[in-house]
């Protein structure tokens, strides 16, 4: 079976500044992707950033990054300058085609 | 475009009635896919559909849940002898081809079962 641990429940980050959710998943999948969602109190999924696991090189979004350790099977997402409305739940989802969804992270970016 | 459309948003129903969860998907996505998040957790699978075959549903709690896809759109979820643990958001998700290709995600239709 898959699983997905996010290990900080909540996290806080100032404005502007920057700040590292972590994932660890485990899957005995060869063949998969890996995805960051973000979920706002309105509750609409919003695809943040996607990495390929066959891809050594890590994605990257304007302000959002992945560091992605396959052997470790570690997909941290990294956010810089960060934004009053970046704060949300973020969730981590590895699959080959169904998602399998962390507990997730709240952010909370001070003013 | 037009995203991924849920109806109804909210539903409250009592214990025993059954319910039906209507999902509209971006025009032109083959997949199609159903999730459940219970309060506080993050979504877990239910069931996918390529087109009109429902390839995978290994994350039906019961044979009280039943999906359905039959012109390869417009999928309906449905809930028969609604239970108190059934109370969740539903959510619904397409992407553009078949595989892990980025899904879109619907806001989600919140059942309450009283």
């Known amino acids: 079976a898959q699983t997905v641990t996010q290990s900080q429940p909540e996290m806080s980050v100032q404005e502007a500044e920057t700040v590292t959710l972590s994932c660890t998943y485990d899957?005995?999948?060869?063949?998969?992707?890996l995805f960051w969602y973000k979920q706002p109190p309105s509750r609409q999924m919003i695809l943040v950033i996607r990495?390929?696991?066959?891809?050594?090189q890590n994605a990257t979004e304007n302000r959002f990054s992945v560091n992605f350790q396959k052997a470790a099977k570690s997909f941290s997402l990294k956010i810089s300058d960060s934004q009053l409305g970046d704060a949300a739940m973020y969730f981590c989802?590895?699959?080959?085609?169904?998602?399998?969804f962390g507990s997730g992270t709240r952010l909370l970016v001070r003013p | 475009g037009a995203g991924v459309s849920q109806s109804p948003r909210y539903k409250v129903a009592k214990r025993g009635q059954d319910v039906a969860l209507r999902c509209d998907p971006i025009?032109?996505?083959?997949?199609l896919f159903w999730y459940q998040q219970a309060l506080g957790q993050g979504p877990e699978f239910l069931t996918y559909?390529?087109?009109?075959?429902?390839?995978?549903k290994s994350g039906l709690p019961s044979d009280r849940f039943f999906a359905e896809r039959p012109e390869g759109s417009v999928s309906t979820l449905k809930i028969q002898r609604t239970q108190q643990e059934d109370s969740a958001v539903y959510l619904c998700?397409?992407?553009?081809?078949?595989?892990?290709?980025?899904?879109?995600f619907g806001p989600g239709t919140r059942l309450t079962v009283t």
């Open positions: 990495q390929e696991a066959y891809k050594q």
């Open positions: 899957t005995s999948e060869s063949d998969y992707y």
């Open positions: 998700a397409s992407s553009l081809s078949a595989g892990a290709y980025e899904q879109y």
């Open positions: 559909f390529q087109n009109e075959a429902q390839l995978d």
């Open positions: 025009s032109g996505h083959v997949s």
């Open positions: 989802a590895p699959g080959s085609y169904k998602l399998i």
